[in-house]
């Protein structure tokens, strides 16, 4: 299983962006998919996550502003409202706790699957 995110790029404060994760394999089952962030000199952070059965969580800093939603465990989005210069950040989309097929039809567990991130900057 491999994730894809992408929509990141320039945005000024207040605008909008869109990110989505796309799964590529066959996807048995999974915990839950979140967004992470990573600003420049800064851990990275969870900033939202949403569950199989369709809970959500946000990061404080976020709520209100940004919304996770998928339409199926091939692909996830977070749409990001009223950015602010501090959300300038690496984001990158993960799988909790997937259970998939192999390329030779085993199921593998895995704990957590990364994608590559993408750039969301925003200027002031």
């Known amino acids: 299983v491999q994730l894809q995110a992408f929509g990141g790029g320039l945005v000024q404060a207040g605008g909008s962006l869109r990110l989505s994760c796309a799964a590529f394999?066959?996807?048995?089952?999974?915990?839950?998919i979140n967004w992470h962030r990573q600003a420049p000199g800064k851990q990275r952070e969870l900033v939202a996550g949403?569950?199989?059965?369709?809970?959500t969580n946000y990061a404080d800093s976020v709520k209100g502003r940004f919304t996770i939603s998928r339409d199926n465990a091939k692909n996830t989005y977070l749409q990001m409202n009223n950015l602010k210069p501090e959300d300038t950040a690496v984001y990158y989309c993960?799988?909790?706790?997937?259970?998939?097929?192999?390329?030779?039809?085993?199921?593998?567990?895995?704990?957590?699957?990364w994608g590559q991130g993408t750039l969301v900057t925003v200027s002031s």
């Open positions: 949403i569950t199989s059965g369709g809970q």
């Open positions: 394999g066959r996807i048995l089952s999974f915990n839950a």
């Open positions: 993960n799988l909790e706790k997937v259970n998939y097929y192999s390329a030779h039809d085993e199921i593998v567990a895995q704990n957590e699957i």
